[in-house]
């Protein structure tokens, strides 16, 4: 079976400063994928980053990166520049790659980004 | 993302009812994932089904849940005599072929059950 762990409370963060959200995971499987998804008051799920298991590098997109720690079981984003617009819940999320393969979420963080 | 269509976005029932909910995938994407996120919560995964083709139900209950893709058509979440504790958002998202990494979401669908 696979695990997300989010733990923090509600974060604060000024904006145009960087935040970092924890994640961690926990699975058997060699092959994965990690995901984090953004989910404003709108309600929809907006999907920001993929980190595979086996990618030597973190992933980066835009102002969004991934700090993967595999040894760690760990899959913190970091948001840099924070805008009000990054006010939100985000997800972090492990898929196990194969066959029937589904997403498994955790609890969300709520991100509050201040003027 | 916009490609997946779900409709209704909210949908009020009274206990007992019945609740249909529909989901187009993006065109091209024949598998189809639904999930639901109860307040407060992350989204849980309720079932897999590929055209016409139900492949993982495991996260669904097995009472009064049934869900389907037919060869034409959304797929169709229905929930029969629905109670209090349905009220939730469902999420419907769609991929080309199974690596759900792919996958995007729909809107979802705000139940609630009065």
């Known amino acids: 079976a696979q695990k997300i762990t989010q733990t923090q409370p509600g974060m604060f963060v000024q904006e145009k400063e960087a935040v970092t959200l924890d994640c961690t995971y926990d699975?058997?499987?060699?092959?994965?994928?990690l995901f984090w998804y953004k989910q404003p008051s709108s309600g929809e799920m907006i999907f920001l980053i993929y980190?595979?298991?086996?990618?030597?590098q973190n992933a980066t997109e835009g102002r969004y990166s991934l700090n993967f720690q595999k040894a760690r079981k760990s899959a913190n984003l970091v948001i840099s520049a924070s805008q009000l617009g990054d006010s939100a819940m985000y997800f972090c999320?492990?898929?196990?790659?194969?066959?029937?393969?589904?997403?498994?979420f955790g609890k969300g963080i709520t991100l509050s980004v201040r003027p | 993302n916009a490609g997946v269509m779900q409709n209704p976005r909210h949908l009020v029932r009274r206990r007992g009812q019945e609740a249909r909910l529909r989901c187009s995938p993006m065109?091209?994407?024949?598998?189809v994932y639904w999930y639901r996120q109860l307040p407060e919560e992350g989204l849980k995964f309720m079932v897999y089904?590929?055209?016409?083709?139900?492949?993982?139900e495991s996260g669904m209950p097995k009472e009064r849940f049934s869900a389907e893709f037919p060869k034409e058509g959304p797929s169709i979440l229905r929930i029969q005599q629905v109670v209090r504790g349905d009220s939730a958002a469902y999420f419907c998202?769609?991929?080309?072929?199974?690596?759900?990494?792919?996958?995007?979401f729909g809107q979802g669908t705000r139940l609630t059950v009065v």
């Open positions: 699975t058997s499987d060699p092959s994965y994928g």
């Open positions: 999320a492990i898929l196990r790659t194969g066959a029937n393969s589904k997403l498994t």
């Open positions: 980190q595979g298991s086996y990618d030597q």
């Open positions: 065109k091209g994407h024949s598998h």
């Open positions: 089904l590929q055209k016409e083709n139900i492949i993982d």
């Open positions: 998202a769609s991929s080309p072929g199974q690596a759900l990494g792919e996958a995007f």
